[in-house]
């Protein structure tokens, strides 16, 4: 009698692992969808509390950008792993604990590959991934992977409150770095002017040598033949902050 009631039990438990594993792995594997903890009009006024973990930001996305509470340095996740790159220009992993303020991820699948040849600047980039979009008025997760013969990129410091707006501390505080030779992955997005308030128009890149040791958010750069990854994403999803400092932020 009570092996029929094990028996019974353990039927059950296997009946509700496989009735909701399949719908979980489908909210984590959704396709081309884009997601983003805050909003970017919130990080320019001073909103850095953090607003999410690392673990909550990972069930959306294996790839992306963003900071650290407090504006602590840049984000950068690449296959699932997120990298923090402090003012002293090296990149750390981070525990799952930590939060952040905004960041914006994607479970990255190439849909399409662009290739160059030649040494392109970085404005010149932008202007031929822009010739080959198909419509610029979705957003794209954008992958550049390989040797560039110069990079400038920059950090920022963690912050202290009473924070100031993010244009100030990016103009007094900013450390700035330029790479040279050096091989990595550039992490970032492609998204539509009418997206501005929310988060960053146009392209936005994050760069992680290959050694996973140094990086920065991108200010300028050099494209030797470069190949350009990238996914056209149909939904963008948003977690907005459920804190005090970003009920209060007078946000336009």
Known sequence: ????????????????????????????????????????????????????????????????????????GEMVVLNGKVYQIKTDGAAYRVV?????PFAAV????????????GQLTYQKLQQQINEQLPTPNLPYAIRLQGTFPYL???????????????????????????LRNVRGTLVGFRLPQFLKSVNVAGYHFHFITSDFKAGGHLLD???????????????????????????QASLE
């Open 106 to 117: 994607t479970f990255f699948r190439r849909g399409r590959s662009l290739r160059w040849t």
């Open 96 to 100: 799952d604990t930590v939060r952040t």
């Open 152 to 178: 400038k990129v920059r950090s920022v410091p963690k912050q202290t409150p009473p924070y100031l707006p993010l244009n100030d501390v990016v103009r007094q505080q900013q450390r700035v770095f330029e």
């Open 221 to 247: 750069g050099e494209f030797l033949n470069p190949v350009v990854d990238m996914e056209m994403l149909r939904d963008w999803q948003m977690m907005l902050p459920n804190n005090i400092a970003f009920e």
């Open 1 to 72: 009698m009570k092996l029929k009631r094990y028996l019974w039990i353990a039927t059950c438990l296997i009946v509700l692992a496989v009735s909701v594993l399949p719908a979980y792995s489908q909210q984590r594997l959704q396709p081309h969808l884009g997601f983003q903890v805050s909003t970017l009009g919130a990080l320019n006024v001073g909103v850095y509390e953090g607003a999410a973990t690392l673990a909550e930001l990972k069930r959306y996305g294996d790839f992306g950008l963003g900071t650290f509470e407090g504006l602590d």
